[in-house]
């Protein structure tokens, strides 16, 4: 089974980056999901660091990622759901919206199989990771290990 895999925008903005994790979907490896607040941060960050002047480019984009894979998108109402499960796992309220997208993956059973969702984030510190682990999200940087359901952490 393909490992569910939430990017934060900062995994997303960045070219390489975003055509690997699209690359290993295509792989069977992962499985991309985001929320349209997610690719709407990826398409205002180029444009807030100045690689893009205007907003025109990254909202195509946008909009090729949502057309191309429409089952990646966690609308918005199942995302705000989940912010009360992750409250307290989440450090920086900007982030609120991407660790309530990787826990909506796990309460809306998008997956027949008991599962552990990875948000890969250039910014861990922004999240408590053992309190978002007791909600089944694990958060790691992208190059870390794949996420390892709580019952088979015990043969790894």
Known sequence: MSIPVVADADKLFGAATRGLLLHLDVAKVIHPHW???????????????????????????EAVMARGYPMADIDLV???AQFRAIFAGTRSAEDMHVSACAR????????????????????????????????????????????VHPRDSSTS
Do not use: C, W
């Open 35 to 61: 929320s349209p607040l997610i690719l709407d941060e990826m398409s205002r960050a180029p444009v807030k660091t100045g690689r893009k002047p205007d907003i025109a480019s990254p909202h195509v984009l």
């Open 104 to 147: 909506a993956v796990v309460a809306e059973a998008f997956y027949s199989a008991p599962l552990v969702v990875a948000l890969v984030t250039k910014n861990l510190s922004d999240y408590d990771l053992a309190k978002l682990q007791a909600v089944d999200v694990r958060v790691s940087h992208l190059d870390a290990a794949p996420p």
């Open 78 to 80: 199942t995302v705000q």
